[in-house]
């Protein structure tokens, strides 16, 4: 039998739905709470990774069972297995454990070698993800399975709401360079439009030239995507998976993008998709922005490219049949 653990409910829905509709069994060990926001604090994770409830589960899955566990509740599953107070599972995946430093990843790096087990699987969501775990971890490849992650996001604009206003687009959380873009879109005669989360921490800026939105609902997220001109990605050349959510919303919409070139992103667009920049490159993303922004052609030579790498992943597996496939593998 295959069981599912969840660090946060309602997270992963397109994997999670599947594997149920399938006869996996879903346990959500994080916070109840649906309406929680998606981006915990760190302090927030800790406490539900330190909660002595996991020892509830004990009698939940058996050895000859397959267990995929979502996020950082992960390693507190580990070590109880670990200390035998958990049965070990036939296979183990682990899903949904991103960093975006070099101190943290080299904390959880260890982590991984010392509850590594026979058995233990990763799901990797970039390739610098699947490197660091069999280079640097020692996790065989084997062992390693890459997901190019999609998911059917709430909140579609509709054809209406698809239009070009001129503006800049920038939105997300994790592994973000918003003072690098700022700086890049300061001359530009275009306004910026940030959505962000509050743990963001962006200053104060002009309302004529920049509005700053913070933790906004899905669907005005995209709204504001879907209706300016060019979407910036600015991204630190750090990290694993990340901007992830925001490309497929820029597929969805057909916009053109300038984005920071990074290994998570060439895995939707392609290596030579030409709207990505060098990261740390103020200069550079201003340029490509400036294109995008006054150039006719170029813009639509990055709709055209965001239009294919859309054709392309509509005729990919469906995410949760991977995550499955992964799963029975023998």
């Known amino acids: 039998m295959i069981h599912v653990l969840l660090s946060e409910t309602g997270t992963y829905r397109d994997i999670v739905e599947h594997l149920a509709a399938a006869g996996a069994r879903i346990t959500n060990i994080g916070p109840g709470d649906a309406a929680l926001p998606v981006m915990r604090s760190k302090r927030a994770i800790l406490g539900a990774m330190l909660s002595p409830s996991l020892l509830r589960l004990r009698t939940l899955w058996r050895t000859q ?3 995929l566990v979502v996020g950082w509740q992960a390693l507190p599953v580990l070590a109880l297995i670990r200390m035998g107070l958990l049965p070990r599972p036939q296979r183990l995946l682990v899903m949904g454990c991103f960093v975006h430093g070099a101190r943290a990843r080299s904390v959880v790096n260890r982590a991984w070698r010392l509850l590594n087990f026979p058995g233990l699987e990763f ?14 971890v020692g996790i065989a490849p084997a062992a390693v399975h890459f997901h190019l992650w999609r998911q059917q996001l709430d909140g579609a604009a509709t054809a209406a709401q698809r239009h070009d206003d001129g503006s800049i687009f920038a939105g997300g959380f994790s592994n973000r360079d918003y003072d690098l873009l700022l ?7 275009a306004h910026l439009v940030i959505v962000a989360s509050a743990q963001n921490q962006i200053a104060a800026q002009d309302p004529t030239r920049t509005s700053v939105h913070l933790d906004l609902p899905e669907a005005q997220f995209e709204i504001l995507l879907a209706r300016s001109r060019v979407v910036a990605m600015p991204l630190k050349s750090q990290g694993e998976a990340c901007g992830q959510s925001v490309v497929l919303r820029v597929l969805r919409n057909g916009k053109p993008l300038i984005a920071t070139r990074h290994e998570a992103i060439e895995a939707y667009l392609g290596a030579d998709y030409a709207g990505f920049v060098a990261a740390g490159d103020s200069l550079a993303m201003r340029e490509g922005l400036r294109r995008a922004l006054c150039d006719p052609h170029f ?6 490219q965001v239009s294919r790498a859309a054709a392309r992943l509509e005729q990919s597996e469906g995410p949760g049949q991977e995550v499955e496939r992964f799963l029975l593998a023998p």
């Open 299 to 304: 813009r639509a030579q990055l709709a055209e």
């Open 123 to 136: 799901i990797a969501f970039s390739e610098g993800e699947k490197r660091n775990l069999t280079e640097t």
């Open 65 to 67: 069972d397959r267990l």
């Open 183 to 189: 700086e890049a879109a300061r001359p530009l005669d």
